[in-house]
């Protein structure tokens, strides 16, 4: 895993960690609920303390989403949304944060068609630092992380709480910018509590990878309580996501939306300062 | 006699550069498990000889091949024969592999199956065998699929299975294999998913093929009676791909047998409304392999159109991608009215009501029959019965009156 090299993601994991201060990386899924929407609720989510912003490409046929993403991808996409939408409104956000790290979520099918590297190389330009793409197995990522290296992008694998140590020990060497740690047998969505397995799985991938290594936990978290748990078992970030989304739903045509955003993150936040 | 050697694939897991595993990393547990237990178990004598029992004793194997003389007669060409898939228990030849993968889940201990189902067929199969091999079974079904076979989903419940109406993406099967593969993300430690066709991650569409070459096995015996030689042509219909590499896979290294994939072409291939995966797809990722499929300029899965819900899928199986490529098959198609002819025909002239999806093959089979004159022989694989496609056939009927 190359967690030094010089680009965002590994710069913001090493002053934070300077700080003794962990990652709030807050996810959204691009074009929801709509294209001008979507670079406001970056804007009040980095103004309330994300760290990192994940933006996802809507995919048709997303597997590893439950309801909330499935619906808002869908959404997204049935406005038009697309993937050269979503590579501009990454423009915008890099513009008006020039050091804010940014990675593209988005199944392989989306990449794969415009072919890896044209489609990385376009993602470079325009401001991403990196992707996650949850259908990608290290045994068929040969071409990505080839390009993805040449470019300079981070490759951000996932681990289960199923995954053997010898295979966990492989996808760190796969990844860059971090590993991310799926807290559950599960896909994505908010829940109200994790089970025992999930924070011994996240202690041992933590042990294996080690102190140098930047390791991320999404999947169900949603509340302050949930990140002091997962830090408290040796995260050096959590995702936030499903949550996320379900706020923009709530809050759809009220004018407090961005507010209540920016509230949302900077509760989520205030653990993650509190960490180490 | 020219041999070639392809029956070798996969290779890594890879048809050429097609197949592999893209899924996500919870499942990579589940489908290393299952690839080690089939590499152990397709060699266990007493595995072989239960999935070979059950297969005659329960399901009907072998299936006849049938000399449709009047088929011939009025197509005016090559001899037809019908390997009568059709006459298999449940009604269509998802059976083979319903009781192949029931017997491989029981001997890995596991206890409650998932699958999905297009029009219905493989959800039917899986329940069948799932309850005569004590097994819970579950099934995803598009919410516009579960609308339109009815039927089917009432039969599903009689064999004791819950039927799961998916509502998500376009409500068809493409929306019931996501919703599948997601119930296997959460509950992957005692649940088996049940494919019903030769896609899906490695080694899915290996082991679906195999438990489907009885197929083309039978064929070959039952030819060399009957002409004592090879047939000259195989015809088969190709949505998945399943019934065609059942059909295909014995002959593959025969390369004087040829080899007619037909997909289905729906409203024409002009009109953009149809299911021709190979006609008209192209590269991509979907539903864990690299194959082709069905999509728009920025990769998005496409709407399918067939009157055939058992055609009516985005994406092919892999191995039917590398023969394509290698050209050692041709893929054609054939539209909803010349499937519906030969619904007829085949109704009128042989006594036989065959289901959609197989009546595209039998359009194709007479074409060719025509095309290539007497003293050849082509075999047609009806893959299964009509009964269910009735009441689609009705309603288009009256339609069009």
């Given at each position: 895993m190359s967690f030094e090299e010089n680009n965002r993601i590994n710069k913001k994991f090493t002053d934070l960690k300077s700080r003794g201060e962990s990652a709030l990386i807050c996810y959204v899924v691009g074009g929801y609920p709509d294209f001008s929407h979507s670079e406001k609720i970056i804007s009040a989510l980095v103004s309330g303390g994300a760290d990192i912003i994940e933006i996802g490409i809507p995919f048709?046929?997303?597997?590893?989403?439950?309801p909330t993403i499935q619906d808002a991808s869908f959404k997204a996409l049935t406005k038009g949304m697309t993937p050269d939408k979503c590579l501009l409104l990454t423009a915008k956000i890099r513009k008006k944060f020039p050091n804010l790290p940014i990675i593209a979520m988005t199944y392989s099918n989306i990449p794969f068609k415009k072919g890896f590297k044209e489609f990385m190389c376009r993602a470079k330009i325009t401001g991403i630092d990196g992707f996650i793409l949850p259908d990608m197995s290290i045994e068929e990522s040969e071409d990505y992380v080839k390009f993805a290296k040449e470019l300079g992008l981070a490759t951000v694998f996932l681990v289960s709480p199923n995954t053997t140590r010898d295979r966990i020990k492989k996808i760190i060497k796969h990844s860059s910018g971090f590993v991310y740690v799926?807290?559950?047998?599960?896909?994505t969505g908010v829940r109200s509590s994790f089970a025992k397995y999930s924070i011994t799985s996240i202690r041992n991938i933590k042990t294996i990878a080690g102190p140098t290594a930047n390791v991320a936990v999404g999947f169900g978290i949603s509340t302050s309580l949930h990140v002091k748990q997962m830090i408290d078992a040796g995260a050096d970030a959590v995702i936030v996501g499903s949550a996320i989304i379900e706020k923009i739903k709530q809050d759809?045509?009220?004018?407090n939306m961005e507010r209540k955003l920016k509230l949302y993150a900077t509760t989520m936040k205030r653990p993650c300062r509190q960490s180490h | 006699m020219f041999m070639i050697n392809?029956?070798?694939?996969?290779l890594k897991g890879k048809y050429g550069n097609y197949g592999g595993k893209y899924i996500p990393e919870t499942l990579i547990p589940a489908i290393d498990e299952l690839a080690e237990a089939y590499e152990k178990l397709k060699k266990d004598p007493k595995f072989k000889k239960d999935f070979s029992s059950y297969l005659s004793h329960?399901?009907?194997?072998?299936t006849p091949l049938y000399f449709a003389k009047n088929l011939t007669t009025y197509a005016g060409g090559a001899r037809i024969f019908l390997?009568?898939?059709?006459?298999?228990h449940g009604g269509a030849h998802k059976t083979n592999n319903c009781i192949g993968q029931c017997l491989l889940a029981k001997r890995m201990g596991k206890t409650r199956i998932i699958a999905e189902t297009g029009a219905g067929q493989h959800g039917v199969g899986t329940a069948m065998a799932a309850s005569m091999l004590g097994l819970k079974c579950e099934v995803y079904m598009g919410a516009l699929d579960v609308k339109r076979q009815r039927l089917n989903v009432y039969r599903m419940e009689l064999l004791g299975a819950k039927v799961h109406t998916v509502n998500s993406g376009t409500r068809t099967l493409k929306d019931a294999i996501n919703e599948a593969i997601r119930d296997w993300i959460i509950n992957v430690k005692d649940t088996y998913y049940l494919i019903?066709?030769?896609?899906?991650?490695?080694?899915y569409p290996m082991i679906v093929r195999d438990f489907q070459s009885i197929i083309g096995r039978e064929i070959k015996v039952q030819m060399n009676e009957i002409t004592n030689s090879l047939p000259d042509i195989l015809v088969a219909c190709v949505g998945g791909g399943s019934n065609a590499i059942g059909t295909f896979y014995p002959f593959i290294?025969?390369?004087?047998v040829r080899l007619y994939g037909v997909e289905a072409g729906g409203m024409g291939?002009?009109?953009?409304?149809?299911?021709?995966t190979l006609g008209a797809g192209s590269e991509g990722i979907l539903h864990g392999m690299r194959t082709y499929i069905l999509q728009d300029k920025d990769g998005q899965i496409k709407n399918t159109h067939s009157i055939s819900a058992g055609l009516d899928y985005p994406g092919v199986g892999p191995q039917h991608v590398h023969l394509k490529e290698i050209k050692r098959a041709n893929y054609v198609a054939v539209t909803d009215r010349e499937a519906l002819d030969a619904f007829h025909t085949l109704s009128r002239l042989e006594g036989i009501i065959p289901a959609l999806e197989s009546a595209h093959a039998v359009s194709y089979a007479m074409k060719l029959a025509r095309k290539i004159g007497r003293r050849k022989d082509i075999v047609v694989t009806?893959?299964?019965?009509g009964d269910k496609d009735i009441e689609e056939v009705m309603r288009f009927t009256k339609f069009k009156r």
């Open positions: 048709s046929d997303p597997i590893a989403d439950g799926v807290s559950v047998f599960g896909t759809i045509s009220s004018d | 392809l029956s070798k694939y996969p329960y399901a009907g194997r072998p390997k009568r898939e059709d006459l298999l019903g066709s030769v896609v899906g991650p490695h080694p290294d025969y390369s004087k291939m002009r009109s953009g409304r149809h299911a021709a009806l893959s299964g019965r």
